[in-house]
């Protein structure tokens, strides 16, 4: 029920049509992308391979695998960044104030956040934005805020190509 909210088809069209850049939609669209991957993570233990199998089966699998998996590689960052942000909003909608984690008393009157970052390294050199690159690519960084007060990841922040220098 609440995924289904959450993750709804007309809402998910929107915010691929505000954050999309170049990409597009043709055979396999980003709510049925979003559908896999959330099959993938609470049906198949997180496997992709097992959520397009079984699509396939129940004739929900538009696409070879190849090329859902190059969809899923082609997200623009700032959809991915928007995704994130969107759709904590209308789960954050849904929950009470009840659900809030408990917090140590001398924080209570505070909203507490937490944050953690990572930075992919060993980048193949045969990736097109980092070809003639000199010194070492880094794939990207990624940074994620969470809400201590309510136990939700509410933004994100992420670069696809940062470089050391």
Do not use: C
């Amino acid at each position: 029920m609440v995924l289904s909210h959450v993750l709804e088809p007309a809402f998910l069209q929107s915010l691929f049509a505000e954050n999309r850049g170049r990409s597009y939609e043709k055979t396999l669209t980003f709510s049925g992308l979003v559908q896999l991957m959330a099959d993938a993570l609470l049906e198949h233990a997180g496997s992709g391979r097992k959520s397009f199998r079984a699509a396939r089966e129940r004739a929900a699998m538009p696409v070879s695998d190849p090329a859902a998996y190059g969809k899923l590689r082609r997200i623009p960052v700032p959809l991915s960044v928007a995704f994130l942000s969107r759709t904590t909003e209308r789960v954050r909608a849904l929950f009470p104030s009840a659900t809030a984690l408990p917090l140590p008393a001398s924080l209570q009157s505070f909203n507490v956040f937490a944050h953690d970052g990572k930075k992919i390294k060993r980048v193949a050199k045969r990736l097109k934005p980092v070809r003639g690159v000199q010194g070492t690519p880094l794939g990207g960084k990624a940074l994620a805020a969470l809400w201590l007060n309510q136990g939700i990841a509410v933004a994100m922040s992420a670069h696809p190509d940062f470089r050391d220098e």
